[in-house]
């Protein structure tokens, strides 16, 4: 009963709670103690005398931790402010590496939990790059009240069913076995970046950003590469597009082996509006159908939003795990190299090609959809088209004036955009322009970052990149 006492045995009692004699004295002696029924507050930590870390010291954390480059996210980069970074090291390493900085500069430095406390509690960082993998309307339904599911369930249901659909398309597209039909998913790699390796210094050096454009071909398994640096272009629709241009034109011999002497291309895709679902792309294949006699109609599907996983994906597997292999051999220091690694990537069936791109073979789409005139506003029967709902686009010889559409795989017909073409611009007189007159280089910033590889008493030793590749650097 409460408020009862009973006699037990000492050693029994504190040999059941864990303890010793001195917390039972404790409370014994505050019950002494009591005032108006209060047993005193807890004092423990209270005693004003606690270690304060000098605030040089917190700061040199931070600076230390603002020194460690950040890489933009390739997939979610627009939903997210979160930074990111390599994810070759641990907070632990990371101190290590602070600690090691603050001796060589005969500074004071902070133990682990305080540069864990800082690097947690004051910066959002995240390590490495996060891949999306689950679709957010999935989640979004799943996680949803009953009350919100019952308003959600419609367009749910809709998203499953194209989902499914696609994914039907793709498979009885991928079956097609005609000889002058190719189906081919294209996307771009995540950032590769150089120097990189294991040395500690790297780290904290600004990098020089690779990219890699994939085009995989489904029925023969195929793969070709479009490979360039920073320096010699970005990574937006222009660049993409020259890269896909380039591989049309490669299908040439390909189709003057066919009996027809033409062929059909099929892309698959995601929905990444700022690469390939956009007005400037679809001009692009306009005048791929119209000036290429061997290329008799381009289709492009876009995968569903959330469920875009394709077969491009394991070329990436592929090649990032070979890379991987080699860094253990030694550090990767120019983009040439990767190069030879994708190359080397396969060691079964055929070899994945690499076309090695330059600001020199980069084309302006946004200046050749403009000669072409496409229009997006309004279709065929004057109704507005949105370029985020379309699931299907087609251009075709027989029709090169339109592009033909669908906003769902359950469309049995197509829908058309007539081609209004822009004032005093003939339809067969579009040109392809360079897109850059010169090589854009890279920002005065992590140029300097990247030389300083070469000089000595810097972050990263003289002996650690051969200066063999200081010209290279040089010329960025």
């Given at each position: 009963?409460?408020?009862?006492?009973?006699r037990?045995?000492k050693?029994?009692?504190?040999?059941?709670?864990?303890?010793?004699?001195r917390?039972?004295?404790?409370?014994?002696?505050?019950?002494?103690?009591?005032?108006?029924?209060?047993?005193?507050?807890?004092?423990?930590?209270?005693?004003?005398?606690?270690?304060?870390?000098d605030?040089?010291?917190?700061?040199?954390?931070?600076?230390?931790?603002?020194?460690?480059p950040?890489?933009?996210?390739?997939?979610?980069?627009?939903?997210?402010?979160?930074?990111?970074i390599?994810?070759?090291?641990?907070?632990?390493?990371?101190?290590?590496?602070?600690?090691?900085?603050?001796?060589?500069?005969?500074?004071?430095?902070?133990n682990?939990?305080?540069?864990?406390?800082?690097?947690?509690?004051?910066?959002?960082?995240?390590?490495?790059?996060?891949?999306k993998?689950?679709?957010?309307?999935?989640?979004?339904?799943?996680?949803?009240?009953?009350?919100?599911?019952?308003?959600?369930?419609?367009g749910?249901?809709?998203?499953?069913?194209?989902?499914?659909?696609?994914?039907?398309?793709?498979?009885?597209?991928?079956?097609?076995?005609s000889?002058?039909?190719?189906?081919?998913?294209y996307?771009l790699?995540?950032?590769?970046?150089?120097?990189?390796?294991?040395?500690?210094?790297?780290?904290?050096?600004?990098?020089?950003n690779?990219?890699?454009?994939?085009?995989?071909?489904l029925?023969?398994?195929?793969?070709?590469?479009?490979?360039?640096?920073?320096s010699?272009?970005?990574?937006?629709v222009?660049?993409?597009?020259?890269?896909?241009?380039?591989?049309?034109?490669?299908l040439?011999?390909?189709?003057?082996?066919?009996?027809?002497k033409?062929?059909?291309?099929?892309?698959?895709?995601?929905?990444?509006?700022?690469?390939?679902?956009?007005?400037?792309?679809?001009?692009?294949?306009?005048y791929?159908?119209?000036?290429?006699?061997?290329?008799?109609?381009?289709?492009?599907?876009?995968?569903?939003?959330?469920?875009?996983?394709?077969e491009?994906?394991?070329?990436?597997?592929?090649?990032?795990?070979?890379?991987?292999?080699?860094?253990?051999?030694?550090?990767?220091?120019?983009?040439?190299?990767?190069?030879t690694?994708i190359?080397?990537?396969?060691?079964?069936?055929k070899?994945?090609?690499?076309?090695?791109?330059?600001?020199?073979?980069?084309?302006?789409?946004?200046?050749?959809?403009?000669?072409?005139?496409?229009n997006?506003?309004?279709?065929?029967?004057?109704?507005?088209?949105?370029?985020?709902?379309?699931?299907?686009?087609?251009?075709?010889?027989?029709?090169?004036?339109?592009?033909?559409?669908?906003?769902?795989?359950?469309?049995?017909e197509?829908?058309?955009?007539?081609?209004?073409?822009?004032?005093?611009?003939?339809?067969n007189?579009?040109?392809?322009?360079?897109?850059?007159?010169?090589?854009?280089?890279?920002?005065?910033?992590?140029?300097?970052?990247?030389?300083?590889?070469?000089?000595?008493?810097?972050?990263?030793?003289?002996?650690?990149?051969?200066?063999?590749?200081?010209n290279?650097?040089k010329?960025?």
């Open positions: 009963m409460r408020g009862t006492k009973y037990v045995c050693t029994f009692f504190k040999s059941s709670l864990g303890i010793t004699d917390p039972i004295r404790t409370v014994i002696k505050k019950e002494n103690i009591v005032y108006r029924g209060m047993i005193t507050s807890e004092a423990r930590g209270k005693h004003g005398r606690h270690f304060q870390v605030k040089d010291i917190k700061d040199d954390i931070r600076r230390h931790i603002n020194s460690i950040r890489i933009e996210s390739h997939y979610c980069r627009n939903n997210t402010s979160r930074e990111f390599e994810g070759g090291k641990t907070v632990a390493e990371l101190h290590r590496d602070y600690v090691e900085s603050c001796k060589k500069h005969n500074k004071s430095y902070a682990y939990l305080m540069y864990s406390r800082i690097f947690n509690g004051e910066f959002n960082i995240s390590f490495f790059v996060p891949k993998d689950q679709c957010e309307d999935c989640v979004s339904f799943e996680i949803s009240s009953d009350e919100n599911k019952e308003n959600l369930r419609e749910y249901e809709t998203h499953l069913r194209e989902k499914e659909l696609s994914r039907k398309e793709k498979e009885k597209d991928k079956g097609n076995n000889e002058n039909f190719i189906v081919a998913v996307d790699q995540a950032v590769l970046q150089c120097p990189r390796g294991d040395v500690s210094s790297f780290y904290y050096t600004s990098k020089l690779v990219f890699n454009l994939t085009v995989f071909e029925k023969s398994k195929e793969v070709e590469c479009f490979l360039w640096d920073e010699e272009g970005h990574r937006g222009c660049e993409i597009g020259s890269c896909i241009l380039n591989y049309l034109e490669s040439e011999d390909r189709a003057n082996a066919t009996q027809t033409m062929i059909d291309i099929m892309f698959y895709t995601d929905n990444c509006c700022g690469q390939h679902k956009n007005q400037f792309m679809f001009a692009m294949y306009v791929a159908v119209q000036h290429y006699n061997f290329i008799n109609s381009v289709t492009h599907k876009f995968l569903i939003k959330g469920h875009s996983q394709n491009g994906d394991s070329a990436h597997s592929v090649i990032e795990r070979h890379i991987k292999r080699a860094l253990k051999s030694g550090p990767i220091f120019v983009p040439d190299q990767y190069a690694l190359r080397m990537a396969k060691t079964t069936g070899p994945y090609k690499v076309h090695e791109m330059n600001h020199e073979t980069f084309y302006d789409i946004k200046d050749l959809a403009a000669q072409i005139g496409l997006f506003s309004k279709n065929s029967n004057n109704e507005a088209v949105k370029i985020g709902d379309l699931k299907v686009i087609r251009t075709a010889k027989e029709n090169s004036d339109r592009l033909m559409y669908k906003t769902s795989y359950a469309q049995e197509f829908q058309t955009i007539q081609i209004k073409q822009a004032r005093g611009k003939a339809r007189k579009a040109i392809l322009k360079r897109l850059y007159k010169n090589k854009p280089g890279i920002t005065e910033k992590k140029k300097t970052s990247l030389l300083s590889v070469f000089k000595p008493n810097q972050k990263i030793p003289k002996s650690v990149v051969p200066q063999y590749y200081y290279f650097y010329q960025l």
